[in-house]
């Protein structure tokens, strides 16, 4: 048997169960999504009105919140985790693996329970926070529970490791003697960050953006738990199509354009990546 | 008015006092006092682990000294980070950017001086000519270049500063024997033209030799001795000297008497006879000075000169002769040299 012919059945498995799994269920959402709205059948009389209505009848607000939670979220888990990234690889081996294992156990737990957990943190009067500053010191104070706050926070704290192992990555991809040769060559430290630091970490940095970002654009237990009704996240609004309204081909609709929103965000990222690069390392 | 005429003399442009640097009990380095003269090419040999990189990085600004000062021409620059230093350093990994172009590491220290685009551009090309790149190389990547050229974009950044001093921490020490010859006599050239300060640091004796104003011994984090290449391998101060700068044979005396020979040495009452394979000749029996009977245990030709390992009552010699020398392995021959005319070190 030839190479290539062995290496076609080798991939055959991969190639069968993406096919099945990943590439039929996502055509059958584009085609629903051309179907008559509130219809239930799969059938050759195509029509857009699914998509004029998610750009004209009150989308709008979904889209904005998650877009905008997405980014925001990105972007504070990208500064939190850039100095610990560079402290945990600064003392590797000397207590760093702690303080690692801690932050990343939390992953083991779903993450339903430990948003959970945060709302019993969170909550209002009895609440562990506002109880222990009652207790303590005696001070009273609000809560953020139900609030855009709240969901942020959330987000964030949700998100955190998905942003800091791969700029972890990142960050041990920066040799020492580069920050020193531009240190010698007059670059303030801030200089160094900008010119050497970060686009030598960028791999990591990038993997760990979409990662967050593409997870929070489809992040709803937030929402749910933290943020009571204060907001309509995109997923909140697809799966009301899908379920309370019963228009499968509003949600399918709603869905491509999530995807194809992701796509736009994913793909020009992951071809300026070297993953030859990250891997070897 | 007249003006007193001042001794032509040279300015020190750097000025190590009393430097340590302690990690935990170790002394990587151990009370180094030095001064480097303006204009000089100041090459600092040891082995590895004697502590130079420590030194240079000091030097630089990248590392602290635990105890000392560091004056450059008499201000105390002990505790100024290696930003605002006046000097610029050649790695030893030459560290460049790989995610900028050629002409982009060249201009990087004029860069973080805020100098506008065009005007960086071409003094890089200017740097870049000056190495013997050409300015072709502008938009290559570093990843496309050669051993050889990543050297030369490596000194064109360092140069790019403008520096007072150049640092540089064994920069050849990756490069094939060719490369780094032609590259050696740049160096010194580049040196010479440019009349600036460089120190050098590397554990290959040729190279020290034929770059070098001064040499620096180094060892277990103290300078040995300081001097003119000729003095360090003419006049070295210690047997690990000796034995550093290149093939020697080494004679202990004691109370003027050899002890491998049963001969006397006039000038010397205890201590040892350093005799470089040169001085080692082949002699007739009634010629003066000191000589035994040797067997030739090997023959090496050198190109230019022959190499013979010699197999005598004091162990195994090491004799250098011209190209013509027809001696071969096993043949039984008298060797000797002038005692008096030998150099003699305490220990």
């Known amino acids: 048997m030839t190479q290539q012919k062995l290496g076609l059945l080798f991939m055959a498995p991969v190639a069968a169960f993406l096919l099945i799994g990943f590439v039929s269920p996502i055509l059958i959402v584009g085609w629903y999504s051309l179907m008559e709205p509130r219809s239930f059948d799969l059938n050759t009389v195509f029509t857009i009105a699914n998509y004029r209505s998610a750009f004209s009848d009150g989308y709008g607000p979904p889209f904005f919140w998650s877009l905008s939670f997405a980014a925001v979220t990105t972007l504070t888990c990208l500064v939190l985790a850039w100095p610990t990234a560079k402290l945990l690889h600064r003392f590797a081996g000397r207590g760093a693996a702690v303080i690692t294992a801690l932050i990343a156990v939390p992953i083991f737990i779903s993450e339903s329970v430990r948003l959970f957990g945060m709302s019993l943190f969170l909550m209002p009067g009895g609440g562990i926070l506002a109880g222990s500053m009652r207790a303590l010191f005696d001070l009273s104070i609000g809560s953020v529970l139900n609030t855009k706050l709240a969901v942020y926070l959330g987000l964030v704290y949700v998100h955190f490791p998905f942003v800091l192992f791969p700029a972890l990555l990142g960050v041990a991809l920066i040799p020492q003697d580069r920050i020193d040769a531009a240190r010698d060559l007059g670059a303030s430290r801030w200089q160094v960050l900008r010119e050497v630091e970060l686009p030598l970490a960028l791999p990591g940095l990038v993997i760990g953006a979409l990662l967050t970002f593409v997870l929070c654009i489809g992040a709803n237990a937030e929402a749910a738990i933290l943020g009571g009704q204060t907001v309509t996240v995109l997923t909140r609004a697809v799966e009301q199509r899908f379920s309370y309204a019963q228009d499968w081909p509003m949600g399918a609709a709603l869905t491509m354009l999530v995807i194809a929103m992701t796509a736009v965000f994913v793909f020009p990222a992951l071809s300026r990546l070297d993953l030859n690069r990250l891997i070897r390392r | 008015m007249t003006r007193t005429a001042e001794p032509a003399q040279r300015q020190t442009a750097l000025s190590l006092i009393g430097l340590s640097r302690h990690f935990g009990t170790f002394k990587a380095l151990d009370s180094i006092s030095l001064e480097i003269e303006e204009g000089e090419f100041f090459t600092i040999v040891g082995p590895s682990g004697s502590g130079k990189t420590t030194m240079l990085r000091i030097l630089a600004g990248l590392d602290q000294p635990t105890q000392g000062s560091l004056l450059l021409r008499g201000t105390d620059i002990t505790r100024m980070p290696a930003n605002q230093r006046p000097t610029a350093m050649v790695f030893q990994s030459l560290a460049l950017f790989d995610h900028r172009s050629v002409g982009e590491n060249v201009e990087f220290a004029l860069k973080m001086r805020g100098m506008p685009k065009p005007e960086r551009r071409e003094q890089a090309f200017e740097l870049l000519d000056l190495v013997h790149l050409g300015r072709d190389y502008y938009n290559r990547a570093v990843t496309q270049c050669s051993g050889g050229e990543r050297q030369r974009v490596a000194l064109a950044r360092a140069l790019a500063s403008d520096p007072e001093i150049l640092f540089f921490d064994e920069p050849l020490s990756a490069l094939d024997y060719r490369l780094r010859k032609t590259l050696e006599v740049e160096l010194r050239e580049l040196q010479r033209r440019t009349g600036r300060t460089f120190v050098y640091i590397t554990h290959s004796l040729e190279e020290a030799m034929v770059m070098s ?81 040797a067997t030739i245990a090997e023959v090496f030709r050198l190109g230019s000169r022959v190499q013979l390992h010699l197999e005598t009552v004091a162990g195994l010699l090491v004799s250098e002769q011209p190209a013509s020398c027809q001696l071969k392995p096993n043949d039984a021959v008298r060797f000797g040299f002038d005692p008096d005319q030998t150099h003699s070190v305490p220990e």
Not at chain 2, 222 to 233: F, N
Not at chain 2, 269 to 290: C, N, S, Y
């Open chain 2, 213 to 293: 104003d001064r040499i620096g011994i180094m060892r277990e984090g103290k300078l040995v001795q300081i001097g003119t290449p000729a003095e360090i391998y003419g006049q070295p101060k210690d047997r690990f000297v000796a034995r550093f700068m290149g093939e020697v044979n080494i004679f202990e005396v004691s109370d003027h008497r050899l002890v491998d020979f049963e001969a006397s040495v006039s000038t010397v009452k205890d201590g040892f006879l350093i005799v470089r394979p040169e001085m080692l000749h082949p002699v007739d029996a009634e010629d003066p000075g000191l000589h035994f009977e």
